[in-house]
Antibody
Framework: QVQLQESGPRLVKPSQTLSLTCTVSGVSIRRSGFYWSWIRQTAGKGLEWIGRVFASGRSNYNPSLNSRATVSVDTSNNQFSLKLTSMTDADTAVYYC????????????WGRGNLVSVSS | DIKMTQSPSSLSASVGDRVLITCQASQDIRGNLNWYQQKPGKAPKLLIFDASKLETGVPSRFSGSGSGTDFALTISSLQPEDVATYYCQQYDNLFMYTFGQGTKLEIK
């Protein structure tokens, strides 16, 4: 059974960079056909897909984030990570990591979420 | 971006009622649509994929239909444990996924 667990700060100051990590268990992050995404949920905009990474390291992102997001994979620790630069109040959200295991586009595994607040 | 519009944004129904939630895409997404259920304080859970296929373990009272731009999630007989917020999500564009704004379902 695939399980995901986010880790990272709960509070970030404005203009700082958010760094979150998702630890994958139950499957190798290098397994062919698996894709790994970050999704956030805000009160104002609901669920928003941020970006994803493939085991190869190739990634793609939501253009609305204006190139502030970077998703990377650490195969040695079976983890993938999110960095989001220039944080503002609008980035306050619950951040989820999610896996597309069955087929691309289907988020069939989710972490429990990490609430991140942006405040000075 | 493909915009997903759900209706209604909230609804209240009685136990045993048939419940219908709709989702409209701003352009043709064929059958590339999923439905998720989110209970308070929890992550979303996949209910239906490819517009009409039930995820393993999901009760058969849930069903999905539609293709192109118009989709629906039906609960045939509402149960107390179905209280949640429901989201649709398109994946026709594999480089830019989008979700509907959600439908909050409550028991009368």
């Amino acid at each position: 059974q695939v399980q995901l667990q986010e880790s990272g700060p709960r509070l970030v100051k404005p203009s700082q960079t958010l760094s979150l990590t998702c630890t994958v268990s139950g499957v190798s992050i290098r397994r062919s056909g698996f894709y790994w995404s970050w999704i956030r949920q805000t009160a104002g905009k609901g669920l928003e897909w941020i970006g994803r990474v493939f085991a190869s390291g190739r990634s793609n992102y939501n253009p609305s984030l204006n190139s502030r997001a970077t998703v990377s994979v650490d195969t040695s620790n079976n983890q993938f990570s999110l960095k989001l630069t220039s944080m503002t109040d609008a980035d306050t959200a619950v951040y989820y990591c999610a896996g597309e295991g069955y087929k691309p586009g289907l988020f069939d595994t989710w972490g429990r979420g990490n609430l991140v607040s942006v405040s000075s | 971006d493909i915009k997903m519009t759900q209706s209604p944004s909230s609804l209240s129904a009685s136990v045993g009622d048939r419940v219908l939630i709709t989702c409209q895409a701003s352009q043709d997404i064929r059958g590339n649509l999923n439905w998720y259920q989110q209970k308070p304080g929890k992550a979303p859970k996949l209910l239906i994929f490819d517009a009409s296929k039930l995820e393993t373990g999901v009760p058969s009272r849930f069903s999905g239909s539609g293709s192109g731009t118009d989709f629906a999630l039906t609960i045939s007989s509402l149960q107390p444990e179905d209280v949640a917020t429901y989201y649709c999500q398109q994946y026709d564009n594999l480089f830019m996924y989008t979700f509907g704004q959600g439908t909050k379902l409550e028991i009368k």
